[in-house]
């Protein structure tokens, strides 16, 4: 229960440290029959690791994925399904100075107060290297999407105050900002290349939209389908805000305007406009579901920064490491999982509800 | 687990129908000892109940609660404390013209869409008058907060495009806009009552603060902090959007004035700055923690809005019943409620590693 | 989480004390389109409630149920069903001695000293009286399991050493013992009625039947059917064993004499023996499922006993009060309720698995 | 949910298949600072894993535990602990005449009804050798458990009949059987040997002491300690009844006989006798909790066995493979493993009460 589980039906439970021997996650609950090869799973890996392009940390890890349980010629079984991902390329030295005092931003001091003991090696358990589970396990939640034809499409919405104003689907993957505007994507670039030259770091905002989920997903009063998302995308590491279709725009606005005008289209029930992100009531309405998530700069700067140690004395830190002057564009596939395994989940409860 | 439970070891199960008996919650997990009277709780309900001013809804519920359970002489058992509170003003004519249409922005749609049969009667389940349930256990988990030094202060920072500058706590409940402003109350109050004589509503941002919470809240990973309470925030019907701290301006902040600097405060450590909302990995650092939330305007409106009824057709509806042109002032309690419920339930988790 | 919630999709949540306003239960989770009267519920009350017959306590309790919620137009609507039993026949002054001391084989010690404070009227939530609350909610399971063709039958097996021999399903509900064998009736309540008049009381077996069930219900590991089963049978009060199948006489057989021989029935698959109870490798068979219960003597008795008191001082207590000589035959309805909640959850599980 | 998963606060997650590449278990919620080293986990291992003894299968896994998160400088950080055993000694072609036929007496065709695929080799999901993570995990809890001054002790009572008249805790170890009572033990092992030389096999009964629980663990109506235990106990395999302190014998009790009197021991609470066996409404009362477990006899005998393969035709099986005629001697540190899950749960469950 406390804090690396997720999920109702289909169960996922994360473990591992940035400088132990691996991470992993168990997948619990995942329907039987889903074809699932290694291939799958590290497609994703790949858009995730480290070192994949020249504005993401140079630390250079394969993140390769091994399937220890729960698919069987070539098909998921039902039973759990374990996947390992053994660390690499850690260096554990380069943390050895900041054993005993607390990096700004970072959850150095907060693991200390809530537990008395921390593995201090890369921020343990509270890297970000946890996400590589997260987005394994996405894997397997998206190829039962498919199967159901649920897509999901994350990409960059804003780094370093330049937005993308075009979404080209075409784009995203063409440039390392993970960008869907051929035109903002040289700026963004500029804009962490800037960051990274300057010993700092930039924040962002991630767009994800699923297509294709189906009316009924998500369940009354606590676990309306934006309380699920919003629990799961604020539990990545650098979220600071999230939003379902037009957000904190619609503090602005009138009912008048936001409401959606339903209408019947070949004989589906539909709204023209998508204010609510295809959310109402806290069940999916089979418009796109829409969400954003604002993502703070890294903690990790090279800078000089004042703070204090375990002693309670103030001194100054330079953080050597390897780190990203920018998460977003490696976050993209990480909230596309989060938001797979949260669809997932919720179709599987509602198949509950259809099989009546 | 469909929904009407929220908590890991504090657990609230609301029940009820805005047209039917009554509504309800239980609540597991309450420590023993607290003192606990019927005041307590009608105070926080006579904050939430329609009525209250001239800016929110006519209709007049006194909601009154009985505790049914779990308090003896005066105090919480720690069995399950069970309030009740019965409907009185309920007019389920208003919706007889509604029986078989889709309101525009309302869950009539999804939840047939889901279930098959719905309670038609003023949103039935998906009533905001749920929320009732969530402030009385919310006063509840409020007491046992108090008993460890935590507060927990909500108010109107935005109503329709007008926002609080200046948050002078003694002003909150001085105006029904419950704008902690006093030169923006009045503005607030204004645009409410301009969405009502147009037939039409606004929305808004309510931002809380919780002082005096120990480091240590929140759980890595999945349940971190920011998450658990996003969870319980944008299950509150009209909210699109939620942040911490900074929130989505930390989007576009460097991480070198993001970074909030430690220092020691007189042997405690503090942050110079708190844009982390007062988490760091996700977990509380022992500054005031900070969430706001966007609300859309409702979705009740008087004036006349296209839309398909259940056999398809295009039809024209106008929403008699007796609605809120604004819901953020009414929400300040039950968003108060919900943040109070999640650090309850933190605290108690927390209690499992004090102990060790 | 503290207890007083049960079940995985199908949960319910009871509330409530023996002398304090009523007890209830909420469930969520109750598929929607269930036909349901508060006659289906009362029907089953009637069976567990005081009073009933000569060989029960006299308190005389009308067990009333209303229901709060989650039925509309007859049917269940999917939200939460919330039932409340107010409570009506309390003499909390029978129990005014009792207050500091603590009686023999009751909770009042133990609650004491987890919880630092409690109701020390009528055992308070550790009473008998909370199982009205699961009678009702397994009356709301019974409904939806008769839909899906599974009929669930108790009776009573043994009480103060005579068993019955022979199970007529007939005969159980025309003697107050609930004994399925007429020539064993009369010979258990000779063993109550002489109890009673020793100012003692006696124990017995109940067993549970399930017809019906399709294969396929539990799930691996620790979710297995039985442990399912096992957890809600042992979580009544006086159930101090439980067996499934042949059970504890499985330990003396060999493996040639337990395996059950499958063959083909009209193109189903069955088994000519049914020693596994209708479970193997913890999911059902399509076999009827067999489950027995051992119910120790009710802990009230009129024979004084010595005890210790609050001071730590040993002293004599004599019980007045109204108590039950045996439990049995009352807690056949309950036994029956708890099968029928796990199995209803089980069914809806398995509907995630059913609609692939 | 599907079953993978056990406990609250601490919670087990177990993955893997007999013939895959491993098995293994995700702990979370194990306080931090509980020293812990691979021996402490080994060793446990070691008195499960086939092949320890002439009475076992002959089949020889060294069943190696690799610690993969969750323990730095020694000490456990409060972090998720993944431990992973590789298989080793695996012979699939052993099965290749089962891949379409259901054994008697064992999981075959229930997995194939309730998932339509299934790992046919070697049981797969549903082999006793998944309790191999559970004794790795039951290790760990064992380790927090001894810092509290719990022990926990099981042994077999009973194998084909023959039943250990003495408990003498030196003598358990001592013999294959892991019998306390040296005079039963030779029986017990002719008992084992004479099914082995038949193609038969034969069940039993382990016992499981916990000693120095404080009271107070275990929670009130559907989470009673024994309902905890018993869920649990019934989880592993074979076990077909479970019984708590005097068990089914209670059924033939009177209440003056049952009730256990208590009295001030040195300023302690205690009772005289101990029919309850440490429980006293769902609630440790401080004395030995006492557990009994009957398991049928294995499944898997070398006999001919009359069936039906996945075609619906009669036939005849002879399974050979490498099997136990008696599993009751590897199932003791399994039930400890369990007893001892539950028990660290309900005491990191109480510490929230504790603090108070």
Redesign the interface.
């Given at each position: 229960?406390?804090?690396?589980?997720?999920?109702?039906?289909l169960?996922v439970?994360?473990?591992?440290?940035s400088h132990?021997?691996?991470?992993?996650v168990?997948m619990?609950?995942a329907?039987?029959?889903i074809a699932l090869a290694v291939e799958d799973i590290q497609k994703e890996l790949d858009r995730r690791r480290p070192g994949q392009s020249a504005i993401t940390t140079p630390r250079n890890e394969k993140d390769r994925v091994?399937?220890?349980?729960?698919v069987?010629?070539g098909?998921s079984?039902?039973?759990?399904?374990?996947l390992?991902i053994r660390n690499e390329d850690k260096r554990s030295s380069d943390y050895d100075n900041l054993k005993s005092l607390?990096r700004?931003?970072?959850?150095?001091?907060?693991?200390g107060?809530?537990?008395?003991?921390?593995?201090w090696r890369g921020?343990?358990?509270?890297s970000g290297r946890?996400t590589a589970a997260r987005v394994a396990a996405g894997a397997v939640a998206r190829k039962f999407l498919a199967a159901r034809g649920v897509s999901i499409l994350g990409y960059t919405r804003?780094i370093?105050?330049v937005r993308a104003v075009r979404v080209d689907p075409a784009e995203i993957e063409k440039n390392p900002a993970r960008c869907p505007d051929p035109e903002a994507a040289p700026l963004m670039i500029a804009q962490i290349e800037r960051?990274r030259a300057?010993g700092?770091?930039?924040?962002?905002?991630v767009e994800v939209v699923a297509q294709g989920c189906p009316?009924?997903l998500?369940?009354?009063?606590?676990?309306?389908l934006?309380?699920?998302?919003?629990?799961?995308?604020?539990?990545v590491?650098a979220?600071?805000?999230?939003?379902?279709?037009?957000?904190?725009?619609?503090?602005?606005?009138?009912?008048?305007s936001?409401?959606?005008?339903?209408?019947?289209d070949h004989?589906r029930?539909r709204?023209r406009t998508n204010?609510?992100?295809g959310i109402?009531?806290?069940?999916?309405?089979?418009m796109d579901i829409i969400i954003r998530a604002?993502?703070?700069?890294?903690?990790?700067?090279s800078?000089p920064?004042?703070?204090?140690d375990a002693a309670?004395a103030?001194v100054t830190v330079e953080i050597a490491g390897r780190h990203d002057p920018c998460i977003v564009p490696r976050a993209v596939p990480v909230l596309e999982a989060m938001t797979a395994l949260v669809l997932a989940d919720c179709l599987?409860?509602?198949?509950?509800?259809?099989?009546?």
């Open positions: 229960m406390p804090g690396s589980t997720f999920g109702r039906i169960t439970t994360t473990f591992g440290e132990g021997p691996g991470i992993g168990v619990d609950g329907p039987p029959g091994e399937i220890l349980s729960g069987f010629d098909l079984t039902g039973t759990p399904i374990a390992l607390f700004p931003g970072h959850a150095d001091w907060t693991y107060a809530k537990y008395g003991v921390r593995d921020s343990g358990r509270a946890e804003e370093g105050g960051a300057d700092d770091s930039v924040g962002g905002i009316p009924g998500g369940d009354p009063v606590f676990d309306k934006e309380a699920l998302l919003g629990h799961a995308i604020l539990s590491g979220v600071r805000g999230v939003e379902i279709g037009t957000g904190f725009e619609s503090a602005r606005m009138k009912g008048s936001y409401n959606d005008e339903p209408f019947m004989g029930m709204t204010n609510a992100g109402a009531g806290g069940i999916s309405n089979g604002a993502m703070r700069p890294p903690a990790s700067i800078r920064q004042k703070t204090v309670g103030e599987l409860v509602q198949d509950v509800y259809r099989s009546r």
